[in-house]
């Protein structure tokens, strides 16, 4: 697996947004930490730097307690606890765990079933929640696919339980770190912070605009991997995140498997090189993105209109060339290409 992940999209704008002429107002501030297997960043505009310190400081206390609820990597996470009670009748959780589950599989329905909460056994197959990789056997495959679905989840809402099937394992990694970004923009709400960027590893939430601009400038980033950047989003109070192949993967035999895996098959998914989607949460944004990376962009085509506002951007393999294909509507918000300044 790569080691260093560094942020999926990163940002254009925030060192640039205050033009020459308004030395009256502060610069945006910027503060930065590695949470959740990933760097965060909050960029804070229109408040003084100590007031942007401290609330950013705030949302990465609250990243840090998510990360505690939701992890698989630490045996006490409460979602640790709840898959350790798999088989064994029902778990009482947290509101706050319970909610999650309950939009994970709101998310799952309207994929048909391409973002599965329970895909747990199959990302453990491959190996990428440690252990040495290795292609696994069909035999393999077919085992852990037997626990795969959201069939193995039941809620009782009257007792905030969670029933999971004997062998069933639920994996939020596809849709914390948006659900994180939504906690730390209320939290820059609240404050009254009206102007501010919120990144966890590429899942980003806008508040407002920049000083002087329409919205933030966000690069999306070549799905080939490096720092270069293939198109730019405009976004203000609205959300991004992108799931790809490109810093995620295993290694195996000399080929590269990347970390998104179709519940449908087992199979790690290659048709799609990264999927960049624009919605209303981060939450969502999170959610689709890896739903859509594995639905591809026809059967995607069809599942975003349960959605308002949501659009995808596809980076599709083309032989040595990249196909980019646009569903649901970004409208002026993006503009492609390495060397557009992007829509002000
Ligand atoms: P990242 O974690 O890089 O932001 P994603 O949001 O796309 O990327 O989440 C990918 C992670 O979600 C994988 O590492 C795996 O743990 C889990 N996952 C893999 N396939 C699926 C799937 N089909 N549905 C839900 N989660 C998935
Ligand atoms: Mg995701």
């Given at each position: 697996?790569?080691?260093?992940?560094?942020?999926v999209?990163?940002?254009?704008a925030?060192?640039?947004?205050?033009?020459?002429?308004s030395?009256?107002r502060?610069?945006?501030?910027?503060?930065?930490?590695?949470?959740?297997g990933?760097?965060?960043w909050?960029?804070v505009?229109?408040?003084?730097?100590?007031?942007?310190?401290?609330?950013?400081?705030?949302?990465?206390?609250?990243?840090?307690?998510?990360?505690?609820?939701?992890?698989?990597w630490?045996?006490?996470?409460?979602?640790?606890?709840?898959?350790?009670?798999?088989?064994?009748?029902?778990?009482?959780?947290?509101?706050?765990?319970f909610?999650?589950v309950?939009?994970?599989?709101?998310?799952?329905?309207?994929?048909f079933?391409?973002?599965?909460?329970?895909?747990?056994?199959?990302?453990?197959?491959?190996?990428?929640?440690?252990?040495?990789?290795?292609?696994?056997?069909?035999?393999?495959?077919?085992?852990?696919?037997?626990?795969?679905?959201?069939?193995?989840?039941?809620?009782?809402?009257?007792?905030l339980?969670?029933?999971?099937?004997?062998?069933?394992?639920?994996d939020?990694a596809?849709?914390?770190?948006?659900y994180?970004v939504?906690?730390?923009?209320?939290?820059?709400?609240?404050?009254?912070?009206?102007r501010?960027?919120?990144?966890?590893?590429?899942?980003?939430?806008?508040?407002?605009?920049p000083?002087?601009?329409?919205?933030?400038r966000i690069?999306?980033?070549?799905?080939?991997?490096?720092?270069?950047?293939?198109?730019?989003?405009?976004?203000?109070?609205a959300?991004v995140?992108?799931?790809?192949?490109?810093?995620?993967?295993?290694?195996?035999?000399?080929?590269?498997y990347?970390?998104?895996?179709?519940?449908r098959?087992?199979?790690t998914?290659?048709?799609v090189?990264?999927?960049?989607?624009?919605?209303?949460?981060?939450?969502?944004?999170?959610?689709?993105?890896?739903?859509?990376?594995?639905?591809?962009?026809?059967?995607?085509?069809r599942?975003?209109s349960?959605?308002?506002?949501?659009?995808?951007?596809?980076?599709?393999?083309?032989?040595?060339?990249?196909?980019?294909?646009?569903?649901?509507?970004?409208?002026?918000?993006?503009?492609?290409?390495?060397?557009t300044?992007?829509?002000?």
């Open positions: 697996m790569s080691s260093a992940r560094t942020t999209l990163s940002i254009l925030a060192a640039c947004a205050v033009s020459a002429t030395c009256a502060p610069e945006p501030y910027t503060a930065e930490t590695f949470v959740m990933t760097a965060a909050v960029t505009a229109g408040v003084g730097a100590a007031e942007a310190e401290e609330a950013a400081q705030e949302v990465f206390r609250e990243f840090r307690r998510i990360e505690s609820v939701m992890s698989t630490a045996d006490s996470s409460e979602l640790s606890l709840l898959n350790a009670g798999a088989g064994s009748g029902p778990v009482a959780v947290s509101s706050e765990l909610a999650l309950d939009n994970s599989l709101r998310y799952s329905r309207e994929t079933g391409a973002f599965d909460p329970t895909v747990r056994p199959l990302v453990l197959l491959w190996g990428f929640q440690g252990g040495e990789p290795a292609l696994p056997s069909p035999d393999a495959i077919d085992s852990a696919l037997a626990f795969v679905g959201c069939d193995g989840i039941s809620l009782d809402d009257a007792a339980a969670v029933s999971l099937s004997a062998g069933a394992q639920i939020f596809g849709i914390a770190k948006g994180a939504d906690r730390g923009a209320a939290i820059l709400e609240r404050r009254g912070i009206r501010a960027l919120v990144n966890l590893g590429g899942n980003i939430y806008a508040l407002g605009s000083p002087g601009g329409r919205g933030w690069g999306v980033r070549d799905p080939r991997g490096g720092l270069g950047t293939v198109g730019t989003i405009l976004l203000a109070d959300a995140a992108t799931s790809g192949n490109y810093e995620n993967f295993v290694e195996i035999d000399g080929r590269r990347g970390h998104i895996i179709d519940p098959t087992g199979r998914v290659d048709g090189l990264s999927v960049t989607v624009a919605a209303p949460t981060a939450l969502a944004a999170d959610a689709l993105s890896t739903g859509f990376f594995v639905l591809g962009p026809v059967e995607a085509a599942a975003i349960s959605f308002e506002g949501v659009a995808a951007l596809f980076a599709l393999p083309n032989g040595v060339r990249i196909d980019y294909k646009v569903i649901g509507e970004f409208g002026r918000r993006l503009v492609l290409g390495p060397e300044d992007g829509p002000r």
